[in-house]
């Protein structure tokens, strides 16, 4: 930014304070001072935005079709990408606004849970920022995934109504609405649009989220009649589809409304596509290059509806025959699987299917009755047929819909790609391997280094010479030629402790709690969830209590163990897991004994925003699931990309990450895939309990009253669970007690390598000098030539 565009900028902002407030500069609050920023970077995007969509109005493009976009806040990361960060944060303290203040005016847009949807968030930044066409297309929850609190030590949810004082960084789009029908229920569906700024190239690409509304808002007939309840109850109805995000992680919903909201935005969208196609391609009355210029990605089985919609769009409103129609489906979606835990695979039952769209329901049976006759000619019985049917019983199975209807099938790590091919999928996989690809994920450097990590940044464009790796992530390798420059590994280790006291100061303002920002910290962020076993953390943090406790003297590098993530409201032993963290916290921080050495603290309301400041203080990542559970996950790249050792087992891309920086530059512990599954049928908990008295002792402590759940039974159920059969099946489903010990020594090896500072630092780079490879650049750029074949 120049002197000229800096004041031309400055001159642009104060003329929208004023129009919008009409209030003088010194009157305006700092809300209205965030409005007209975000009005005035709008409209500096709005030229490159029009032009970007008009230059790519007549090529192939991608559409990525996500039930969830977990973008966070706007503001920082929009001026990262336009290249004028520095310059409009230095142009607001020169007309005394506190940048950092402003900023905080600004909700999260967490419509997403977690892993998956941050990543569709990533990908969007990645396709703007390489040049890529690729169009998100998702749901315009009006509230977003709930806001947590911790009360008492238990989460308690509060409704997280993100646009309640509007939204700067959206345009509605009336004139581009479409009629979404369901059996008994018509709505309109209004598109928002937000600009997906490409980093400093002038690409703009567009996220289109639908909003459900009614056709009209009141009906004044009813109103007249003396019923004002029904007056309203249409257009209630109509919104109440779009009103909320679902806030199970990896759990079906198995509700009406929800696959209504999946319908509401594949039958929008989808719509959308062939609309904008026949004004583009008049010409092609039978769609026969519909295929040329259009591919779907489908991100997990949420979006699969697309999939008969677009039959059934084809066929029904434009004569396409239904032969023809599922031709050009087959050479359109492809799917993308993000977990292999069944409870996550969608499978909707016919009555819900039925309410929600008949006809899309007959067409499923039609491509169902198609499948069956393909294999029956091929030889196969009925019994063999069984696993590929995508309608079983009264159950429409969606990725099997997906698998048979797609060209590509993709997992997301190495590792669960190859789970997908032997037992997920397997009998797909031996039918068409040639729909089998992997596409590790990653995350963008935009938003989780150069934003989130100023510091850092500056560092590495220092010592690299150049900013050229915000673009090329694999730059950063160049960084190995200061693994033995010691005045470099200080200058890293400085970095690292301002970014430490930032986040002591942090949370001491939003938790309450004052943090040593001296000792580790050990942070796991995400999910809570049984297989990511944030409870193995907990145990050993008793154990380590236990210890310190007898032995004050006891040689230990004090420790901040921190946790952070939300629970799906229904999920009761997620939530007991929280509050067994907060338990162990309250009682922790509040024993004398130990205080300068061990310190628990669960911060409340994990989500972007608090993410951002959490990654780059990290010494410590952990990434501690059972083996084989964790498809990929995305926050171990981000702990990896800011200098965190990796504490993991050989599951997601940890395995790549070790591979990449060397496992003898992380901590890897625990069983492997292979290891559990020789051991599944025989594996007996109890036996670990009695033999290991550590395991004894942190277990029976669950329930000899030390740790007070308040009568909840939270306490006894995460106890039964570890030792006692549990309905048939075993105990310790995720094999907690098995990798223990290893655990255990792990964590002590860390713990003592911790004070070799320098050893230490040579370690954290060595992580991110080959952190390249996670960047959602490099995997987007693999999707685009492996599936989009776009460029
Ligand atoms: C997930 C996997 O569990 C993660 O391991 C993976 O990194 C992400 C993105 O591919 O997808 N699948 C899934 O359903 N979720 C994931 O995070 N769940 C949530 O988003 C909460």
Redesign the pocket.
């Known amino acids: 930014m120049n002197k000229l565009v800096k004041e031309k900028f400055a001159d642009q902002y104060m003329e929208n304070l004023q129009r919008i407030t009409l209030k003088s500069f010194e009157d305006t609050s700092d809300k209205d001072r965030y409005d007209a920023l975000c009005d005035t970077i709008m409209g500096l995007i709005n030229q490159d935005w029009r032009r970007s969509k008009q230059k790519v109005r007549k090529e192939r493009k991608a559409y990525y079709l996500s039930a969830?976009f977990l973008i966070g806040r706007s503001l920082g990361n929009n001026l990262i990408n336009l290249g004028i960060y520095d310059e409009v944060k230095e142009l607001l303290n020169e007309m005394g606004i506190d940048f950092e203040e402003i900023e905080d005016y600004e909700d999260d847009a967490a419509l997403?849970?977690?892993?998956?949807?941050?990543?569709a968030a990533c990908f969007i930044d990645s396709a703007a920022s390489q040049k890529l066409s690729l169009y998100g297309y998702g749901v315009r929850y009006r509230e977003g995934i709930f806001k947590q609190a911790i009360e008492n030590g238990f989460q308690v949810e509060y409704g997280d109504s993100w646009i309640k004082d509007g939204d700067g960084w959206s345009i509605r789009v009336d004139s581009d609405a479409k009629i979404v029908k369901f059996r008994d229920q018509q709505v309109k569906a209004v598109p928002y649009d937000m600009p997906v700024v490409g980093f400093e190239n002038g690409v703009v690409n567009t996220l289109r989220l639908w909003q459900s509304e009614p056709f009209r808002e009141f009906d004044f007939a009813k109103f007249n009649n003396f019923e004002y309840d029904d007056a309203v109850a249409e257009k209630n109805r109509a919104e109440d589809i779009t009103r909320v995000l679902y806030p199970n992680?990896?759990q079906r919903a198995g509700k009406l409304l929800r696959l209504k909201q999946q319908y509401f935005f594949c039958s929008a969208s989808i719509q959308d596509m062939v609309e904008k196609y026949k004004r583009d391609f008049p010409e092609d009355l039978k769609f026969e290059n519909f295929a040329r210029y259009h591919v779907i990605q489908l991100n997990?089985t949420h979006p699969i509806m697309a999939i008969p919609e677009l039959v059934r769009v084809l066929v029904d409103e434009n004569g396409i025959y239904f032969e023809d129609a599922l031709a050009i489906a087959n050479k359109v979606f492809a799917f993308t699987n993000?977990?292999v835990l069944q409870e996550?695979l969608e499978k909707w039952s016919f009555d819900l299917m039925e309410e929600v769209s008949p006809r899309c329901l007959e067409i499923v049976e039609q491509i169902d009755k198609k499948l069956v006759k393909e294999f029956k000619d091929r030889g196969f019985s009925d019994k063999a047929i069984d696993p590929y049917r995508i309608v079983t019983g009264d159950l429409v199975h969606m990725a099997n819909l997906a698998i048979y209807v797609g060209f590509s099938v993709n997992g997301?790590a190495e590792i669960h790609s190859q789970i997908l091919k032997d037992d997920t999928f397997k009998e797909w996989y031996k039918e068409s391997p040639e729909k089998f690809n992997n596409k590790t994920?990653g995350i963008t450097p935009r938003r989780w280094l150069v934003y989130a990590n100023r510091e850092l940044t500056n560092f590495i464009t220092e010592k690299l010479g150049t900013d050229a790796w915000k673009k090329d992530l694999a730059m950063l390798k160049g960084l190995e030629k200061f693994l033995d420059d010691e005045k470099v590994l200080d200058e890293f280790l400085s970095i690292k402790q301002t970014k430490k006291d930032q986040l002591a100061k942090y949370i001491l303002e939003n938790e309450g709690i004052k943090i040593d920002s001296h000792s580790i910290y050990d942070i796991q962020i995400k999910?809570i969830h049984e297989y990511k076993r944030q409870h193995l953390n907990i145990l050993h943090i008793i154990h380590l209590y236990h210890k310190l406790k007898k032995n004050p003297d006891l040689d230990f590098t004090p420790t901040t163990f921190i946790f952070g993530g939300k629970a799906a409201p229904g999920y009761f032993r997620a939530k007991g897991m929280i509050k067994l963290a907060n338990e162990v916290a309250r009682v922790v921080n509040n024993d004398k004994d130990v205080n300068d050495k061990l310190k628990v603290v669960f911060v409340q309301n994990y989500r972007v925003t608090y993410a951002e400041k959490l990654f780059p203080a990290a010494d410590v990542s952990e990434q501690i699931s059972t083996a084989g559970k964790?498809?990929?996950?995305?926050g171990n790249m981000k702990f990896m990309l800011n200098g965190a050792l990796t504490l993991g087992t050989l599951d997601?891309?940890n395995v790549e990450i070790f591979e990449e920086a060397g496992e003898e530059n992380n901590y890897r512990f625990g069983a492997t895939v292979e290891e559990l599954a020789e051991i599944a049928d025989s594996y007996n908990a109890f036996e670990y309990y009695s033999k290991d008295e550590d395991i004894k002792d942190v277990v029976d402590s669950l329930v000899s009253g030390e740790f007070k759940d308040q009568d909840s039974y939270y306490f006894l159920d995460i106890y039964n669970e570890l030792i006692k059969p549990q309905n048939g099946g075993r105990a310790d489903q995720y094999y907690l007690l098995k990798d223990f010990a290893s655990y255990k020594e792990t964590q002590a090896k860390l713990n003592k390598e911790f004070r070799n500072r320098k050893e230490w630092a040579r370690k954290c780079l060595k992580n991110i000098a080959n952190a390249g490879f996670f960047s959602s650049d490099r995997t987007i750029l693999e999707y685009a030539d492996d599936i989009w074949k776009i460029d």
């Open positions: 969830e997403g849970n977690g892993g998956l949807g941050r990543l992680d990896m997990d993000h977990t996550a997301v994920n999910r964790e498809a990929s996950g995305t997601g891309a």
